[in-house]
């Protein structure tokens, strides 16, 4: 247990669906991120939310919409997403220049079909 | 910019066995480096991490040195576990407008049998 939270863990959703995935975190966390893993590919860093401002988007396609409404809680939107968007969605937070690398959730899996 | 580079799995041993996962980076300056594990079907868990050249990071029987001069944190355990079977990343911290930044390597899948 590290303390954040996402649900749900899985998720199957079709192409023309709105989902979203959410991430709590309880830790007095400022900062807070969504990773993307996909099958044999490293991490990637999708969004980062520092004090609830969005301050880093990584080339993400709009079809993924991040919210941010306090330091605790953080969501992903889903809409007309497409089938290689399955992947493993992990939330981190983390407390600024302090913190060690940041703490994980457990991850949504997601299939997209 | 900055990269992590971690040797290609999948590292099949025994149990008992002596473990090595190299891991180099590239960066300016001196970032902190870090070990995650993630066990089957969950998230990503911190094993171990060091913040400066020569700190010697150490947990649950692993061990890794940040090594400046050959940019390496090598993950190593002398004898492992079945339960040990993980995928393990490097990652190194750069801290960027007041947060952290994690660059990550790609992983290297552990299989360890009886």
């Known amino acids: 247990e590290t303390g954040v939270t996402q649900t749900p863990r899985h998720l199957v959703m079709g192409m023309t669906n709105k989902k979203s995935l959410k991430c709590e975190q309880h830790?007095?966390?400022?900062?807070m991120y969504w990773y993307k893993q996909s099958a044999k590919k490293p991490l990637e860093l999708m969004f980062v939310?520092?004090?609830?401002?969005?301050?880093e988007n990584n080339s993400v396609p709009s079809r993924f919409s991040p919210e941010c409404p306090n330091s605790s809680h953080l969501f992903l939107h889903l809409h007309t997403l497409q089938p290689e968007d399955s992947a493993l969605y992990l939330c981190?937070?983390?407390?600024?220049?302090?913190?060690?690398?940041?703490?994980f959730g457990q991850g949504t899996r997601l299939t997209v079909v | 910019g900055d990269s992590v580079t971690q040797m290609e799995g999948p590292v099949t041993l025994s149990e008992e066995a002596f473990l090595t996962i190299n891991c180099t980076y590239t960066?300016?300056?001196?970032?902190?480096l870090f070990w995650y594990v993630q066990y089957p079907g969950e998230g990503l868990q911190l094993l171990l991490k060091?913040?400066?050249?020569?700190d010697k990071g150490s947990n649950k029987g692993f061990e890794a040195t940040y090594r400046k001069e050959t940019t390496s944190f090598h993950l190593e355990k002398g004898s492992v576990q079945v339960s040990d079977s993980a995928v393990y990343f490097c990652?190194?911290?750069?801290?960027?407008?007041?947060?952290?930044?994690?660059?990550f390597g790609a992983g290297t899948r552990l299989a360890v049998h009886p």
């Open positions: 981190a937070s983390s407390q600024d220049t302090t913190a060690a690398g940041g703490f």
């Open positions: 830790l007095g966390h400022n900062a």
């Open positions: 939310y520092n004090f609830k401002e969005q301050t």
């Open positions: 960066a300016t300056g001196y970032p902190s």
């Open positions: 060091a913040t400066k050249a020569d």
């Open positions: 990652a190194l911290r750069r801290v960027s407008g007041g947060y952290n930044k994690l660059i």
